[in-house]
């Protein structure tokens, strides 16, 4: 039995209500129990902000993708480099770090819970692979259904409970936890080189459209009472005048959840852009955050931008060679067969462009111009707008009007004609910062009945304390010592047990993987179904009984079952 | 006893539809698999046991023994290199890296002899592929260049494209031309609707040429290239322009021959300049059947696909200087483990000569060229045969292979997180 008090902790935790109050945490064998023995071992908080351990609801980190952006990218390996140290090994690069380097440096952050946001069934082996080397930080994989052919076969028969039995089964096979669609119906099209450009264009041969392909995926995944929604990359991402299709995806989706919402679309930032071409580029922030704020059945992520360099890596692989054809850098693209695709190209987001100037308005103003923080997540959808570790100043920009005013003086000059920000006064509070970086997430994904996000008795051990005494700071005036704490925590526990401490690592940890297994009745078992494991063997390379995902690639499973109704 | 889908552990196309029929832990019969995989099935002559070298003989020791002689060699080694690994699952891999970080060795696999001047291309201009199912689907246009499938991979022709039957084809074998490029007349070139041969050497100012007429500039190329007439090009960029899917599968042909990283560069460049028309890949011929996996894991805990020198503290990446060859030549190694590989088959003779002089232990089932480099060579289980692990296919697609035997031997992993726990001990 191992037990840890927490003492003089000023906590925030939303979730129970709780806002600046200045308490004890007990932990018992990794978890948070009401007291300890009087052998716990103490660690004195001092009134430092303590949270929640930080949950990431959208970032790449693992996998097939991931790992391409790294192995084609020796320039940014060396941009960010550590030797073994202590617990630590070595690790590399900068906007992709490796597995190692992600896990110590979301652990320093205080991150404990971490999505990956795409996961091309086919190759979940390789996320699952490289999650257990991501042993800081607990797992879980959005899994991309949006060019499968059974789901897009079986929505052209109008059977979304067929839908639901093939998502039903897949993610059982590769130990997914949540429903992605990247692009719908853009990643099939873009395996003969075409793509979708709004929600009504049909898909080449199945002759879906995107709208059918949004609607009867999120009903089957409330049929299959999944514990995250659908999570939705909109199609059309990234091109001016895309929030139509963006508000005209959200206008899809009806409230059929009491517990959480209905549809999660990420990254908006990227899907939030006016105009009819790149002079003419401008923010529609507030189109897409008003709609927000009158669905509550919507929860967005920011996918703020950040200067300087970093990586874009998507299944969105039509957009990523429409990037290559602007930025005329390297390119990679990867379709996987029957499911989905994937592309990555480099970039540098600079301050004197004007549509990236007007990209980082965008994020911030839809932080700020969606009133619920349980709405609107913060995120750079990692390393797309920018590698996490940009976290702290995006929290600090948020909390601070004169920071933000600061900033805006070095972007281009034009970018105050095509953006509300400079006109925002909203300064978020300690609070909304927990709700947007912890709080928010657990209710998003779902997992807070898991013991996620939150600090009550049975909750994970998960804390994050930093050096910042929210009575004394004024967010607003000293915002450098907001990015100072939340850049580095006094101490990160994870799992009842101190990880890290002012910037190092302390032990080697064991991630813990959270996937889904829904129970569907014998005719909906599509390992049984003659019609799927016919065309299962026809056309895909590998055969289906090497394909489900073993569980030695799980260093700890936590498989969440539903009941499905079908 | 038969055991249906089991995973082929030699070439990269890791084909999973094996069927191995066993009778008293013995392999008789082998369905589906080619000659090549059929032969590593039935099994050559394994070692029995570890052997050191006592002067001009073998003597036979424990694997306690042989794991310990090699945590010490590494131990005491000043630029200990680690080398091989295409030919063992990724488990063992992820111990190997582990352990040159800790002893501040080089670890480097045996693309740096083969496909690592694509990945240096790769790294320049990035890689336009697919998963070989999307091919098998949809490609009505193969070309082959500097690869010879029908010795080196032989189902790649039957899974994936000549052969195979594609969901978006009515007739895949009339409906899919395929195009072999090569210097010589090979066997797979015996079976393609389309022949290039170029003059060797050559490739470079095909695929330019090619380039420029996709571009449009004909008027630019002269009546000939390299051997290839105009009119050839001509008509081979307007089958590529008019492909409603083509992919390049390219192999060591063109990797390996004059001008080498530049031509995969120019081929890469020449794929993605046709996506501008219609939808064309490229991908590399990945030899060992789990090479691609090496470079995943490589990358996924160093940040670099082979050629990693954690001598100080970091991982440096500088192939031709912390690449096995290099390192062999300049005589800097003092101590080498080998895994998965022959090495002695396949380098220069002045690394041979420098492999003869210093300590060397290899884990390998058989005995090899490299075992007369060895001080101890100690036996492991075959993955794929007797131990499971994971192995990527040469398109990324991870696969778990099967045990199909059991036997005492230990696998990689097993061996090599023995010898890590000493090394972890005494440092």
Known sequence: MTELLVKNACVIDPLRGINGEVMDIAIRNGKIVEEVSDAAEVVDARGMLTMPGGIDSHTHICGTKVNFGRYMSPEDMRAGRTPRQGAMHATSGYSVPTTYGNSYRYSVMGYTTLLEGAMAPLEARHTHEEFSYTPLQDTMANTLFDGNWGILEAIRDGDTKRVAAIIAWTLSAVKGFGVKLTNPGGTEAWQWGKNVTCIRDPVPYFEVTPAEIIRSVVEANELLHLPHSVHLHCNNLGTPGNYTCTLGSFGLIPDLNKKRQTLYATHVQFHAYGGSGWKDFCSKSEPIANYVNMRPQIVIDMGQVMFGRTTTMTADGPMEFNLYRLHHDKWSNHDVELETGSGIIPVI?????????????????????????????????????????????????????????????????????????????????????????????????????????????????????????????????????????FSQTEYTIKRGRVVARRGECLVHGSNATFWVRPKVPENYDMGKDPDFIEKFDRYYTVRMRNYPVQDEYLTRSRCIETEADL | MIVKDAVCPFCGCLCDDIEVEVEGNRVVAVTNACELGMTKFMGEKRMKNPILRDGNRWKDITYDEAIRYAADMLLSAERPLLYGWSGTHGEAQCVGVHMAELIHGVIDNTSSVCHGPSILAIQEVGHPGCTLGVVKNRADLVIYWGSNPIDAHPRHLSRYTRYAEGFFLENAFRDRKVIVVDVRKTETANIADEFIQIKPGGDYAVLSALRAIVQGKVDTIPRTVAGVTRAQLVRVANLCKSAKFGAVYFGLGLTMTQGKYKNIRNAIEL??????????????????????????????????????????????????????????????????????SDPAAHFPRRCLEHLADIPVVQLDPYPNATTAFCNVQIPVAVTGIDAEGTAYRMDGVPIRTRRVLSTDYLSDEEVLSRMYALMQEAS
Not at chain 1, 451 to 463: F, I, N, Q
Request: aromatic residues 10%; contains cysteine; charged residues 25%.
């Open chain 2, 271 to 340: 794929i993605s300049e046709l996506n501008r028309h219609t939808k064309f890949t490229i991908s590399a011929m990945r030899g060992h059947y789990n090479v691609y996996g090496s470079n995943e894991v490589n990358t996924w805990m160093t940040g670099y696909p082979f050629g990693i020198d954690f001598s100080r503290g970091i991982a440096f990446y500088n192939p031709g200087e912390t690449t096995a060859v290099d390192i062999l030549a300049r005589k800097e190694c003092d101590a080498a483990l080998i895994v998965g």
């Open chain 1, 349 to 485: 987001y600079r301050r004197k462009n004007l549509v990236n100037s007007i990209m980082w308005a965008i994020g911030l103003e839809l932080a700020l111009l969606t009133k619920s923080p349980w709405q609107c997540l913060l995120t750079t959808d990692n390393p797309n707008g920018a590698p996490f570790v940009k976290y702290p100043e995006i929290i600090a920009l948020l909390m601070s009007k004169r920071y933000r005013d600061a900033e805006f003086a070095t972007v281009h000059p034009d970018t105050e004609s095509r953006v509300p920000l400079p006109a925002i006064e909203r300064e978020l509070d300690w609070h909304e910062i927990a709700v947007m970086t912890r709080a928010g997430g657990a209710r998003a994904l779902g997992i807070q009945d898991l013991g996620k996000g939150h600090l009550a008795p049975g909750a994970d051990a998960d804390v994050a304390i930093y050096p910042l005494r929210i009575d004394e700071v004024d967010p607003a005036a000293e915002y450098q010592k907001v990015i100072d704490g």
